[in-house]
């Protein structure tokens, strides 16, 4: 899945706080679903990082303790460490029951 822009993350948190704000007038004010606590908690997280990127650490901090509040909404302890991953450089597969691939064949044709 491709990274959202900041713009598309800043569009849709304007959309889900719109939304939020409309079904609460109709609902009594209910609490959103944990769902929607984490999709808020992903896009703010994912926006401050942009700010993180872009050198703005003070934008950045409040944008994180939005997501991490929204993350305690969701249910969750605490938001999910950042972490660099990667995936191992694959080796030669194993050849099973192969004694030399390089050997010389039998002269009578026989395997």
């Known amino acids: 899945m491709a990274a959202r822009s900041p713009w ?56 994180s303790e939005k997501a991490a509040w929204h993350y305690r909404r969701a249910g969750y302890d605490d938001p999910p460490a950042a972490v660099a991953m990667a995936m191992p450089v694959p080796g030669p597969e194993p050849v099973d029951g192969v004694s030399d691939r390089h050997a010389e064949p039998d002269r009578d044709g026989a395997a």
């Open 8 to 63: 598309r993350l800043r569009s849709d948190l304007a959309w889900a706080h719109g939304l939020l704000w409309f079904a609460r007038s109709g609902s009594g004010g209910r609490e959103p679903l944990p769902d929607v606590h984490l999709f808020l908690a992903k896009s703010y997280s994912a926006l401050a990082q942009h700010h993180v990127g872009r050198g703005s650490m003070d934008r950045a901090r409040r944008l």
